[in-house]
């Protein structure tokens, strides 16, 4: 009998009664189970993939992500998932942090130089303080770009921009202070931007630069691939060694050799690792082995070698002997970039987008809308496809429910618990959220409650459709008078139709919970005194 057979078998109101019971239950009540009965977790975190970037999501898609589309198909995939943001900084801030950026008083931005301070601030709760109460032990590796603290010879922080990179002192910045190990990481190997876009070029581990700036980077000096997907490749300053074309390669192999270690040393302790990938963010660099290998380009390719990363890390497992226990989402930042989706669309027929309207930085469905995929093989059923709506910042309170952590109401105040829907147990016509927040570029608000959507702005809230390769795709205006904008999804999934004016009533009320939810002192979207499930009150599937 397959395990999603004996999945549909169980009763109902089985798991209906574990869920109830699972709301009731308190950190204490998990704290006899020993660590090594709670799951290992990965988090792979992917970098401007659009909704529409996976052959599982889109069937027209020009190449297939195999590796990917069976992690989906042993696992739930989420149609209705959303990156916080519709950049990197603040989005991985989301996750980190299980919050919007407007929760830290400062702008929305994407980190550049030695800039920072970091979003996390001192003291504050992240996932994976969360898993370390646990007996976690944590790593993350690959691009961090939540923002560093960075000093001159005399002490004085520096700002941000590439003109700072060599007036750093490596001595009084390091061990950094604000990096992953003093954010309740136990190991790293990060860049403290986007890998292959902006300088400062350098790598960090544990919280020291074993190799300082020195080189001055020129973009002639790697691959561009069509003649043109070298764009957006910043020159600055770099380490000597510092690598380009295969950066992915090298994140994947310190985030296994993260794992096989931790294996040989504490096989009976749970681990937790993000690989925090820059695929397929710009420069478009497929490293040799996968260039050419689909009939879609260079970015094609690119996405090629995510898909091949991902199934390694998911055979690697195996050949470990923990694959049946160990959770792996798979989650991007924000949608596409706009050049990659206007030229996929033209050269390859291919909508990274995946037919909504939008790209990274708008507020438009295609900046945030984004995959979401889980695989427990112990836990989850197989082939479960969700309507949920879940945002990137859920994947805290998922994680703290799962191991028994109970939240306080001060962090992670924009997490939702999406567990109960990973393990099949929620009905879907019950949604865990009522409501969402995501912000664009400028940073400014979204909020969605059921099918209805609210843009606290006019325009995209990023890009400019008036001019260059966008105007193509600008669409005309509705309601060209209104100062905001209002869309029934579920009637207008396109965002076509502004209904600010046709449907006041709905206006006002979706006003009012923007209002709410973002207020400066105590704005929340998610709801005060969450109970964890914890690792005891999850169902097994029943023996064969």
């Not at 069509?226 to 020159?235: A, H, I, L, P, T």
């Amino acid at each position: 009998m397959s395990t999603s057979t004996r999945w549909r078998d169980r009763p109902r109101t089985r798991f209906v009664a574990l869920r109830i019971a699972g709301l009731a239950i308190s950190l204490g009540s998990t704290a006899h189970l020993g660590a090594q009965d709670l799951p290992n977790i990965i988090v792979i975190y992917a970098d401007d993939l659009g909704y529409g970037d996976l052959s599982c999501y889109n069937s027209k898609a020009a190449y297939k992500t195999p590796r990917i589309d069976r992690m989906a198909e042993e696992g739930i995939r989420f149609t209705d998932a959303h990156s916080p943001s519709t950049i990197c900084s603040p989005s991985r801030y989301g996750l980190y942090s299980g919050q919007q950026v407007c929760r830290t008083g400062r702008g929305s931005t994407a980190f550049e130089g030695p800039g920072g301070p970091s979003y996390l601030k001192p003291g504050a709760l992240t996932i994976a303080d969360v898993l370390k109460a646990h007996g976690y032990r944590t790593g993350v590796f690959g691009k961090w770009h939540v923002g560093l603290t960075w000093y001159d010879k005399a002490g004085k922080r520096l700002s941000g921009g590439f003109q700072n990179s060599l007036l750093i002192d490596y001595d009084q910045s390091t061990p950094l202070e604000d990096g992953p190990n003093r954010r309740g990481f136990d190991a790293s190997f990060i860049t403290p931007n986007c890998p292959t876009t902006d300088p400062l070029y350098v790598y960090i581990e544990n919280g020291r630069v074993p190799v300082p700036a020195s080189q001055r980077h020129k973009r002639t000096d790697v691959p561009n691939p069509g003649g043109k997907w070298r764009w957006d490749n910043d020159e600055g300053w770099m380490a000597p060694g510092y690598r380009f074309v295969d950066a992915d390669l090298l994140f994947y192999d310190k985030t296994l050799a993260f794992i096989a270690e931790h294996r040989r040393n504490t096989p009976h302790q749970p681990f937790f690792v993000v690989l925090s990938t820059q695929i397929s963010h710009a420069p478009v660099l497929p490293a040799p082995e996968f260039d050419g290998k689909t009939e879609a380009g260079p970015r094609g390719d690119f996405i090629h070698e995510l898909d091949v990363l991902t199934g390694r890390l998911l055979d690697a497992i195996k050949r470990l002997g923990i694959d049946d226990n160990t959770l792996v989402l798979f989650n991007s930042d924000n949608g596409p970039e706009t050049v990659h989706t206007d030229w996929m669309r033209q050269d390859h027929h291919h909508d990274a987008a995946g037919g909504l309207r939008g790209m990274k930085r708008d507020g438009w469905e295609g900046g945030h809308r984004v995959p979401f995929i889980a695989r427990w093989p112990a836990r989850i059923p197989p082939r479960q496809v969700s309507r949920q709506m879940t945002n990137t910042t859920d994947i805290l309170a998922t994680v703290a429910s799962l191991v028994g952590y109970r939240l306080p109401d001060d962090a992670a105040v924009d997490s939702y618990d999406m567990l109960p829907a990973l393990l099949g147990i929620q009905d879907e016509k019950e949604p865990i959220r009522p409501h969402m927040l995501t912000q664009s570029f400028r940073g400014e608000f979204q909020v969605r409650q059921g099918d209805w959507k609210y843009l606290h702005h006019k325009g995209s809230g990023g890009n400019d459709y008036n001019q260059g390769i966008l105007q193509k795709y600008a669409l005309p205006e509705s309601a060209p008078e209104a100062t905001g904008q209002l869309y029934n999804l579920a009637e207008d999934p396109g965002e076509t139709t502004n209904l600010f004016f046709a449907e006041p009533a709905k206006l006002q009320e979706m006003q009012a919970l923007l209002h709410e939810l973002t207020r400066e002192e105590n704005g929340r979207s998610a709801p005060r005194n969450r109970k964890p499930l914890g690792i005891g009150n999850i169902p097994l599937p029943q023996a064969k």
